[in-house]
């Protein structure tokens, strides 16, 4: 009798249905980003068409120009690896493109934080002023750094989740 057992292909079956998973994962989180960018590019867009905004200085205009694009770069980021994994079906190199849609995933969160940052500042700047501003933009930029990086660093070499 022969034994069927192979541990090499069971490792590799194992880590063939792990990988489907993270890239499962990955455009899941994709699509939890998506929405945030996709609200603010909307507000950013229909802005300039408001009475309102030819009166705002130079320098809002500015920090304004420099949101709407941070904010559409997000937006294409964010929606490349999905876009990309549909043209490239079927995936010949499943662990690149996840390396690659990683890395694409991250410079969109990074654009969609500056966006964040910047868009709080044009708002509480026209509210309460450029300090308060300045000091909201501070804030929102710190809770990011937070919340997005240097938490999940620390529980990555502090626990195992």
């Known amino acids: 009798m022969v034994n069927d057992i192979n541990p090499e292909r069971d490792q590799k079956e194992q880590q063939d ?28 867009i229909i802005l300039p068409f408001n009475g309102g905004f030819a ?13 709407f694009f941070l904010s559409m770069t997000s937006l294409v980021l964010l929606s490349a690896p999905a876009i990309q994994h549909r ?16 890395r694409i995933m991250m410079a969109g969160a990074l654009s969609l934080a500056f966006a964040f940052t910047l868009g709080t500042n044009l708002v509480i700047s026209e509210v309460f002023g450029h300090v308060a501003g300045i000091v909201a933009c501070a804030i929102i930029a710190t809770l990011i ?4 990086w240097w938490m999940p660093m620390y529980l990555r070499h502090r626990t195992t989740i």
Do not use: C, Y
């Not at 750094?145 to 997005?148: L, P, S």
């Open 87 to 102: 043209i490239m079906r079927p995936l010949n190199d499943r662990e690149r493109f996840k390396r690659v849609a990683d």
């Open 145 to 148: 750094m937070a919340m997005w």
């Open 55 to 67: 009166k705002i200085v130079q320098a809002e205009k500015i920090v304004f120009l420099a949101t």
């Open 17 to 44: 249905a792990n990988d489907s998973g993270d890239l499962s994962d990955l455009l899941s989180e994709l699509r939890i980003l998506l929405p945030g960018a996709q609200m603010l590019t909307a507000f950013l």
